[in-house]
Structures are given as C-alpha cells and as structure tokens.
C-alpha cells in the first residue's frame, strides 16, 4: 500500500490560497443571491471569470485544443465535477444559511472515501482512516445545532448532499483521467459547457425575474469570477489531478469551518462550542494526509536497512 504523498511547495501555496478563497465565498454567494435569480447570478460570474482563465492560460502558454477522442470523457467530467455541482448548490443556497450550504457540500470528502472503496476498489491506510472518521464527528458538531432548521428545508438538503456525492465521485474520475492535455484546459472547457447550461436554464426558468444587479450582487459576482472561476475552480482540478482523491478531498476541510466562521462575522451566523471542537477535528483530518509520515533521510535510512528479497 503506498504512503500519503507530500505536498509540494507549490501545492501547498494553491491549498492556502483556496481555502482562504473558497471558504470566505459562501456568505459572499449568500449575498449575491439573496435577492437575485441564482442561475443569473451563476451564469454572470462564469461570464466574466471564463475570459480571465483564458487570460491567464495565454499567459502560461497552455494550449486549448482537446483532441476528439476525449471530448466524451470530459464532459462525462464536466457533469460529475461541475454540471450538478453549479446547479444543486446555487439552487439550494437562498434556503439555506451560508454555514449550513458549506458543512453539508464539504461532506465530499467523506463521499470520496466511500466512492474509493465501492467503486474503485482503493484501500486506505489507517492514518486516511483517520482523518475520514474525524472530517465526518467536525461535520456532525458542525450541524449539531442546526437539525431543527434543516427539518424546514429538507429539499435543499437533499440537493446539496446529491452534489457532494456527484463532485465525490467526479475527483475520484478526475485523478485517473488519462486525457493527453493540461489541467487548465480540462478545467477551461468544463467550465465553458457549465456556463452553456447555466444559461440554457436561467432563460428557461429566470427570464422573467431578470434585473439589473444590486451593488452587493454585483461585488459578489466579481468575487466568483476572478477567485473562484479564474482561480479556485483550476486551482481544486490541478490539486484533485495531482494527488490521491483522499489526499486532495480531506486536504480542503478547512473551507467549511471558514465558511461557518465568516458566515458568523458577516451574516450574523451564531457560533457555539461544537464549532470551535470542530476546528480541531479538521485539522487533524488534515494532517491525517498531508503530516508527512517520515522524513526523507528516514526513508532513506530504511531503505538501506531492508534486506533484498530472495529469488
């Protein structure tokens, strides 16, 4: 069975950065939509943060073109990874508090680890155990006080839950894509076809409640298309891409905490103990998968202490 891998520099940075970026968005999104079509809401921050990716991947010289053979296998991505994800989610965010959307979206890690083992046969290793165990008690304190309200708004729920599940299962897929192309173009072209059908369904279903946004809609709608489709949206797939689905999921546990914690400082979300004991829980579900297990001088040390194998 092979160990958790390391971070490298430069994944850790992306980790930081898309914590900080995805956790703060969830009251960011809850204000963009209170008020405002959701689909449009989603719709106009894919508008204007698809010309940024592209932007960026002129810049780092990555090419667009995707040959034929795979298109069927990247929108077979594209649904598990965002077509559902985008839809449910941003449906289900105006019934929901900002808090409660991102304990119960980031319960993927818990649905990866299950996928792993159902589907794709993964074994983990005690320490992936652990850190499984301990994101699912930090969700459960999490949602310890807010059972009664989701009693209220069992549909929205059930949405949320429904993406996490689908996104689960699409990083699991993601990680053994073999597509010959960069992950900024896998990620470039998801995101195009996700922004077809959010269009597609907000003419179908909004036309009639379109407006002109709000000053609060529209900072919001700024915040989703520079930080998370120019950034974090690329930023997760080369992550997911890049390291064991296990590894990649739980190493993002922090968002929902930081999701419940800038709810409480802008929304006016209350706090409770079960929070703060939850922080804890993630951060070991962290460090359940990115605390390297020995040092390279140890690995190196053990290597030579090995006997050969006879033939």
Known sequence: MSALPQLTRQQFWILVTLTLVWGINWPI??????????????????????PMLALVMRVLKVGFH???????????????NM???????????????????????????????????????TPLRPRAWLG???????????LWYEWTAF??????????LVAAAFWALGTQQLRRTQMPVATLTIAFWMTAMTLVLMLVLTTLFERERWHWPPEHTQI???????????????AWLTLA???????????????????????????????????????????????????????PAQAEARAEDTPPKSS
């Open 132 to 142: 499984v165990v301990a994101a699912g008690m930090g969700v459960m304190l999490l």
């Open 83 to 121: 077509f559902i994800w985008h839809v449910l989610v941003i449906l289900a965010l105006p019934m929901l508090s900002s808090g409660r959307a991102a304990i119960l979206g980031y319960t993927m890690p818990i649905f990866s680890a299950l996928w792993g083992i159902l589907w794709f046969q």
């Open 220 to 234: 919001s709608i700024l915040y989703n298309a520079v930080g998370v489709f120019a950034f974090a949206q690329a």
């Open 241 to 295: 891409r890049g390291l064991p689905p296990v590894a990649s999921t739980l190493s993002v546990m922090f968002i929902p905490v930081l999701g419940v914690f800038s709810g409480a400082v802008y929304l006016d979300e209350v706090l409770h103990w079960q929070d703060w004991a939850a922080v804890v829980l993630m951060v070991v579900a962290i460090a359940s998968v990115l605390w390297p297990s020995q040092t």
């Open 29 to 50: 999104m809850k204000l963009g939509v209170t008020g405002y079509p959701p689909l449009a809401f989603r719709s106009l921050s894919m508008i204007l943060g698809l």
């Open 66 to 80: 995707v040959p034929r053979p795979y298109w069927g296998e990247l929108v077979r991505l594209a649904t598990l």
């Open 151 to 160: 009693a209220g708004q069992p549909l929205a729920v059930l949405m949320v």
